[in-house]
Structure formats: structure tokens, C-alpha cells
């Protein structure tokens, strides 16, 4: 009887070790990969853009974060050491407001439906926040008062190693921005899509960058360098000297500042990529038949886009300069 016991002892124990071994095998049915936090269909209008630009495009698009919820990337947290120079009250972040959020939403996708689908898809950006402090205009304003572009921007691209840019200003306290957020929304597209550090289908514009070389500010001698300030600016009055910007190559004061031929060429040429985009042809007629270095420019970025990107940047322009915020 002992012996028998024993036996069956010994087969319940198999039986236990093998059932554990089985249930160490099982996967859950269902393991959520998709974008945190998830994404829904709705209910709000808002909601439903930020659903249809990642079902077509994969991009995971957030108003309504806020916090440390805003500042979550895809592989850890935005580095907000570089954002020093924000005021106190900038802390902890605001989720952007929902009526301007769908208006520039709407902005957003149309500006993606009408580029080619792949171009989209294939950008390093993936994550877009929409906030209501402007992380761009204020490091421009603390680092270069006047010195920074006509035209400030309100999307903050620092952090697209990590495929995120954050949206500033989406506020009902200031409501919608129309020519802001086209310029903005082109630029920061573009600088990042075309960038030979983040996009290994880019190859870099030499040719573009070779027009101007040694006019870029960090390629003239230092002897040389206060006196191209004084000539880029008004210290009187703030203004812009554009004739001679336009003299070196340059349509905006950004990519004479910050560029050189070496360093990030491609996003001088995304300033005249947005230029074009943002200004029918009648406008920059006269700029273009007056400045050849900005003809010459003008030319290249147009030849760039259409081989790298398939992008007819004047038919384009002919969509975008028309195109209204609702």
C-alpha cells in the first residue's frame, strides 16, 4: 500500500511541475503596442484628427497632455535642461485648449494630405504635442532679441533625435495664428524631413550650401563678423537689413545666424523651401530677379525637392498660400 502511495505521489508531483511548465509558456491573448497613452476615435472633433493621423500616418498627435504626461517620448523624457531659459511659470506644462487645438489640427492634416503619403510616414517626427507655452519663440527671444527671424516659429524641433516636436501657443486666450502656423508647420516639417542626421533617404544639398559659401556668419573671419551684425540690424530701430541678407543668399535671418555650409545645410534650405510654400510666386518674383545668389538658391531647392521628396514645391505653394484656418 506504502509502495502504491508513494507512486501516486511521485505522478501527482510530474503533474504539477508539467502544468506550471505549460502556463510558464502561455502569452497573454491581446499585448497593447500602439502609442501611450492610446489613441481614440473620438468623441470630440479634435479627438478624431489626432485618430486619423495615426491610422493614416502613424504619427501619435496629443492635445490634451499635460505635465509629465507632455513631456513622455517614445523612449524615455524630453531633456528639459536645454529649456533653462523658460520662466518659472512655464512649469509643469499646459495641455493645449480644445477649440484652438481643432483648428490647428485641421491645419496640420491638410497640410500632411496633401504631400505624398510615404514623405509623411517616413518622417523622423512621430509624436506631436500641443502645448500652450511657446518653448521656440522664448529661447529666440532670451538668446537673440533681434536678432532672431521676422518670423517666429511655435514649433520646437530640439527634440526630433527622439521623434517629438512640441506645438506653443495652441491657447484660446490668443485663438488662431494663421500665417504663424502655416510658416511653422512647413518649416519645422521640412528642416526635420530633409535633414541628413535623422533621415537616411536624404542626401545632403552641397551644391545648395556651396552658393553661399563663406557668407554664413560662423565662416567669415572674426575680424569681419561684428560688422556683418551691424549690417544684418538696425541697432536703432531692431529692423532687419533683408537687401543684404538677400545679398549673401540668405531669405531669413536664421540660416545666416545659426548655419554653415557643414553644419546643417539642409536646414537653410528649408528656409526657402518655406519661403516658397508661404509666399505666392508674384510676391517673390522681384526678390528672385534682384538677388541671383537667391535665384541661384531658389533653383536648387526647387530641383532638391522634386528629385528627394517628389514634391513640386510651386504647385504646392499654390495649395498652401490659400489654404484657410477655420
Request: proline share 5%.
Amino acid at each position: 500500500m506504502k509502495t502504491i502511495y508513494r507512486i501516486l505521489v511521485v505522478i501527482g508531483l510530474l503533474v504539477a511541475i508539467a502544468a506550471c511548465n505549460d502556463e510558464s509558456r502561455l502569452s497573454p491573448e491581446f499585448e497593447y503596442t500602439g502609442p501611450i497613452p492610446e489613441i481614440a476615435d473620438g468623441p470630440s472633433e479634435a479627438q478624431k484628427i489626432c485618430y486619423d493621423l495615426y491610422q493614416k500616418y502613424d504619427h501619435n498627435v496629443y492635445y490634451t497632455l499635460s505635465g509629465d504626461e507632455a513631456l513622455r517620448t517614445n523612449v524615455g523624457q524630453t531633456q528639459i535642461n536645454m529649456l533653462y531659459y523658460l520662466p518659472e511659470s512655464a512649469w509643469p506644462l499646459e495641455a493645449a485648449d480644445e477649440v484652438t487645438a481643432e483648428s490647428f489640427l485641421k491645419l496640420l492634416k491638410s497640410f500632411y494630405d496633401a504631400l505624398p503619403e510615404e514623405i509623411v510616414k517616413t518622417t523622423v517626427i512621430k509624436r506631436q504635442v500641443l502645448i500652450k507655452v511657446n518653448f521656440w519663440f522664448d529661447m529666440l527671444l532670451n538668446y537673440y532679441g533681434v536678432w532672431a527671424p521676422e518670423f517666429m516659429s511655435m514649433g520646437f524641433t530640439d527634440e526630433a533625435q527622439q521623434g517629438i516636436v512640441y506645438w506653443g501657443e495652441i491657447d484660446d486666450n490668443i485663438g488662431p495664428q494663421p500665417e504663424l502656423w502655416k510658416y511653422s508647420i512647413v518649416n519645422s516639417f521640412f528642416k526635420t524631413r530633409t535633414s541628413t542626421y535623422f533621415a537616411r533617404d536624404m542626401v545632403a544639398p552641397l551644391d545648395f550650401a556651396q552658393v553661399s559659401a563663406g557668407k554664413y556668419l560662423g565662416e567669415m573671419p572674426e575680424s569681419e563678423q561684428a560688422e556683418a551684425m551691424d549690417n544684418v540690424v538696425d541697432w536703432m530701430t531692431g529692423e532687419l537689413n533683408m537687401d543684404y541678407l538677400r545679398s549673401l543668399g540668405f531669405v531669413e535671418p536664421y540660416a545666416f545666424l545659426m548655419i554653415t555650409r557643414e553644419y546643417m545645410p539642409n536646414e537653410d534650405m528649408a528656409t526657402y523651401a518655406t519661403w516658397i510654400a508661404c509666399h505666392p510666386l508674384e510676391e517673390r518674383q522681384e526678390v528672385l530677379n534682384t538677388y541671383p545668389l537667391v535665384k541661384r538658391k531658389y533653383d536648387l531647392t526647387l530641383k532638391y525637392y522634386k528629385e528627394n521628396l517628389k514634391i513640386d514645391l510651386e504647385e504646392f505653394s499654390k495649395f498652401w498660400v490659400n489654404v484657410t484656418v477655420e
